[in-house]
């Protein structure tokens, strides 16, 4: 960067200039680094916390305002104004804020949307936009925006905390740290401004500009858009556009008017500037000018044209002075020939010009790196591209970690579901066993005790009809047996031991049915013996069923345990992924 002791022009021209007013850049200068404070540079990050709070305010305003501005750049080919003027100052104020933290200045910064005489300083003028390049503006960014984050990742990582370290105890930042840090404090800067739409003119210069850039880069030469102080009078054809008033951002003053160019001396009497004109409200006293401001003496004055050949004695410009050529160019004007005759010869006493040592503005619009700067920013770059790397692949490995996490979470779930699903079957067998179990072994016991009043009763009998009435009796109570045990839901384990047992209480039934028939004694003890053989396939079988339903009881409450076991283990894991989230 190419620094010198005046401030450059508030902000471009509204014409005149020689680059056109669809594809103004977005302007960045910052001063030249100076003695800072230790103790707000050691608090810095505390200082700038009030700023924090408001930008992310009027950050959230600006994404409303760049939407409804985007609509109407849309359509109109231009950003509204209302939209250009709040974006503009957001930008801007993220600016000071910005180099205020990366300790490019010491000065507190400003609760301003307005451009202020600040260490740093951001211009911009808001023109015509291409409707495409406005349609895919997130898009066209997306290279921009990617640059931007690796410098400032590159910044954010060792580098901040070295220069933070080095002004802390050095009292202010070496130049070529400095250089580096304005740099890509400017290309931020240009980024947001390209995707506000405050310009067409896509983000560059990160490694700085050329030395000796021309004309047409920074228009008008020092001042943006002011006429170089070593020329004097513009020549005929070069005035602004007939409307146009100089910098129309309202900070400088109207075309002409200002202190002449420190390197012309002092002016002779009658050629002082017109009372209340001059720097705007800053810089050294009335009549000399703010150098490199580039609002030039007034129409007539200062050096004459170029097309009247040499000056007149008293009026040659001291090459070296500062002021002359674009900003932080060390050159003189050209134009100087002979005069011709008749042209007014009056001397002007010569005097030094002022040079007011104004480190707290910076020198021009241009900004020229050394080799130090652009190697530090190569440095910054790598760091970056590391840092970004480094954090892509740790972002991944978490993103890979949270989804693995994510997975076993979502197996464990599961394997609750299946757990839990499975005790509840489980729980639905047993209620079903104990449950036919108890129907089964009731309604046996109830069978036995009508038998036995069978039994006591038909001991009481001394005819063949009452030993048959008896017998239907008990066949009757079996079948009762029977109707209710084919109303109990027996597990499918055991079902065919109960279609077993089913088919011996169908022949004990009709063994006592049978005896009920009985015609004689002799009759009835044979159908007795067929019936006491039938009792006895009964008996084994009832047994047999009530064994299987055991055995099946058994092996429910052994399921029973290991899946409270398991359920007890998926715990575990559970608690275990929990206390390692």
């Known amino acids: ?106 000065k507190y910064p400003p609760f301003l949307f307005e451009d202020s005489p600040y260490p740093v300083r951001m211009a911009v003028r808001a023109g015509r936009l291409n409707r495409a390049a406005v349609l895919f503006r997130l898009i066209l960014a997306i290279p921009a925006a990617i640059l931007s984050t690796i410098m400032l990742s590159g910044l954010s990582s060792i580098v901040i905390f070295i220069a933070w370290l080095v002004a802390l105890f050095a009292g202010k930042l070496p130049r070529s740290l400095h250089q580096a840090f304005a740099a890509v404090l400017r290309y931020s800067t240009r980024y ?36 170089d102080p070593a020329y004097g009078r513009r020549a005929a054809g070069y005035d602004a556009p007939p409307g146009y008033r100089a910098p129309g951002y309202g900070y400088g003053p109207p075309p002409g008017y200002g202190g002449p160019d420190p390197a012309y001396g002092r002016q002779a009497a009658g050629y002082e500037a017109p009372p209340g004109y001059g720097a ?14 580039g609002y030039g003496p007034p129409p007539g004055y200062g050096g004459p044209d170029p097309a009247y050949g040499r000056q007149a004695a008293g009026y040659e410009a001291p090459y070296g002075a500062p002021g002359y050529g674009a900003p932080g160019q060390m050159t003189a004007g050209p134009g100087y020939g002979e005069q011709p005759p008749g042209y007014p010869t ?16 910076p020198a021009g619009w241009q900004m020229v790196l050394s080799a130090g700067a652009k190697q530090l920013l190569g440095l910054i770059l790598v760091l970056g591209l590391v840092t970004t790397v480094g954090g892509g692949v740790a972002a991944g490995s978490a993103i ?9 979470i979502n197996q464990l779930n599961a394997a609750i579901a299946e757990n839990n699903n499975a005790i509840h079957q489980n729980q639905q067998a047993v209620a079903q066993l104990n449950n036919a179990l108890f129907r089964i072994t009731s309604a046996h016991a109830k069978l036995g005790s009508q038998m036995g009043l069978v039994v006591s009763a038909s001991k009481a009998c001394g005819t063949v009809a009452c030993f048959d009435t008896e017998a239907v009796h008990a066949a009757g109570v079996v079948a009762a047996f029977g109707r209710k045990l084919k109303g109990v839901a027996i597990p499918h384990a055991s079902a065919q031991a109960e279609r077993k047992f089913l088919s011996d209480v169908a022949r004990y039934k009709q063994a006592w049915a049978g005896m009920g028939h009985s015609t004689s004694f002799t009759d009835y003890a044979n159908r007795a013996g067929r019936a006491e053989k039938a009792g006895a396939r009964f008996d084994r079988d009832y047994r047999a069923l009530t064994a299987s339903l055991n055995t ?27 206390a390692g989230s």
């Not at 705007?280 to 401001?293: F, L």
């Not at 890979?400 to 076993?408: A, D, E, K, T």
């Not at 058994?554 to 283990?569: E, G, M, V």
């Open 552 to 578: 099946l009881s058994a092996t429910l409450n052994r399921q029973t345990a290991q899946l409270n076991q398991r359920a007890k283990s998926l715990n575990r894991q559970a608690a275990a992924l929990n």
């Open 192 to 227: 947001y401004g390209y995707l506000y739409l405050l310009t067409d003119t896509y983000p560059k210069g990160l490694f700085g500009d050329k030395p000796g850039g021309r004309t047409e880069d920074y228009p008008g030469g020092p001042g943006y858009g002011g006429p």
């Open 1 to 106: 960067m190419s620094y010198r002791n005046s401030p450059p022009s508030s902000f471009p021209p509204q014409g005149g200039s020689s680059l056109t007013s669809d594809r103004q850049p977005v302007l960045v200068a910052a001063a030249g680094p100076g003695k800072q404070s230790r103790a707000t540079v050691a608090f810095r990050i505390v200082l700038v916390i009030p700023h924090f709070v408001v930008l992310y305010i009027l950050g959230v305003v600006a994404s409303v305002v760049a939407f409804i501005g985007w609509f109407g750049a849309l359509f109109t080919g231009r950003l509204p104004d209302f939209a250009a003027v709040y974006l503009s100052g957001y930008v801007r104020w993220y600016c000071r804020v910005a180099a205020y933290l990366l300790l490019l200045t010491d």
């Open 280 to 293: 705007p409200g800053y810089g050294p006293p009335p009549g000399y000018g703010a150098p490199g401001y």
């Open 346 to 361: 009056a001397r002007v006493p010569r005097h030094r010009a002022a040079t007011a040592q104004d480190l707290s503005q």
């Open 400 to 408: 890979s970690s949270v989804l693995h996490r994510g997975n076993q």
